[in-house]
């Protein structure tokens, strides 16, 4: 690890690298989708576009979050992706960090074993909050 960085700082600096390119969401998309046919199955009327641009974000508040930001974005993330709203189950979370670190590996020229264990550690907390919104 960058031993001078705390882990935080660490994957916000790699996803600044890796997001520096536009075709980084697309291709997120691409991996995320080719998970499953009930993952594709979600997207088919969806604006991509727009779902880039809230990938976009929803990255970065799981990594400010983790940085010490409030859970409040965290928190709108979950009430919107829970049963009620999107139905986004908690089990596909962990095929979009994987499809997340698919990614991150295609873009980020310093990405590595390492960082990958550091991007889920960090990460993992504000998923699992998500997670644990689903059936409020």
């Known amino acids: 690890?960058?031993?001078?960085?705390?882990?935080?700082?660490?994957v916000f600096q790699?996803?600044?690298r890796a997001c520096n390119d536009p075709r980084f969401f697309e291709v997120f998309y691409t991996n995320f989708m080719s998970?499953?046919?009930e993952i594709r199955?979600?997207?088919?009327?969806?604006?991509?576009?727009?779902?880039?641009g809230l990938l976009r974000g929803g990255v970065?508040?799981?990594?400010?979050?983790?940085?010490?930001?409030?859970?409040?974005?965290i928190r709108a993330l979950g009430e919107s992706h829970s049963k009620k709203r999107m139905?986004?189950?908690?089990?596909?979370?962990g095929q979009w960090l994987d499809a997340l670190m698919e990614t991150l590996q295609a873009f980020d020229t310093e990405f590595s074993a390492e960082l990958d264990k550091v991007w889920r550690e960090v990460l993992n907390p504000g998923i699992k909050l998500i997670q644990d919104m689903y059936e409020d």
């Open 87 to 93: 139905n986004i189950h908690p089990s596909l979370y």
């Open 35 to 37: 998970k499953s046919d």
């Open 1 to 10: 690890m960058s031993s001078h960085l705390d882990p935080a700082e660490w």
């Open 41 to 52: 199955a979600m997207f088919v009327d969806t604006d991509m576009s727009a779902q880039r």
């Open 60 to 73: 970065m508040w799981l990594v400010m979050h983790a940085r010490g930001m409030s859970d409040t974005k």
């Open 14 to 16: 790699s996803y600044g």
